[in-house]
């Protein structure tokens, strides 16, 4: 299984991105990194082992860049994608354990899951109870099969003040 990891950037410091891309480095199966500058992008990223693209900055919390990553890897044939925002990062087994639940779990078009949350640097305080799947997912917290890739078009074609909770629209 192909799977992308969409991840926009803005303004986040080299070193977070770098925390956050190599978390996704960690995973294990056939993972490609998109890495999508929102108008400010760092040159020393084009070395990295990713894709990396600049759009225009568009102030919409990552929605735009999102939504183009989506795009792009559903042209290029991907079978998943999955979104990861640059200050946070991956468990190294986390790809892992969404694909033995895809596997064990009747192959849902769609997966959710828990949200750890830390303080820095990486003092883990507990699974997220706001993110339980149902009323909330983090965008950070969701696998999308190529079936319904049409679902992403949300996270750009919306109304730009519902920016900020776009992934509540989701």
Known sequence: MKIAVITPYFKESINMIKRCHDSVLRQQGNVVHFLISDGFPYQEINTWD????????????????????????????????????????????????IIWTYKNYGNPPVITIARTLYIEPEERLGTCTHSNGKDFVDTNCYFFRKEVFSLLRLWLFKPKEQSLYGDRII
């Open 50 to 97: 990713c894709q990396h693209m600049t759009i225009p900055n568009t102030a919409d919390y990552g929605d735009t860049p999102r939504g183009i990553g989506a795009a792009i890897a559903s042209a290029l044939e991907f079978d998943a994608i999955c979104f990861l925002d640059a200050d946070n990062w991956y468990d190294d087994e986390h790809i892992s354990n």
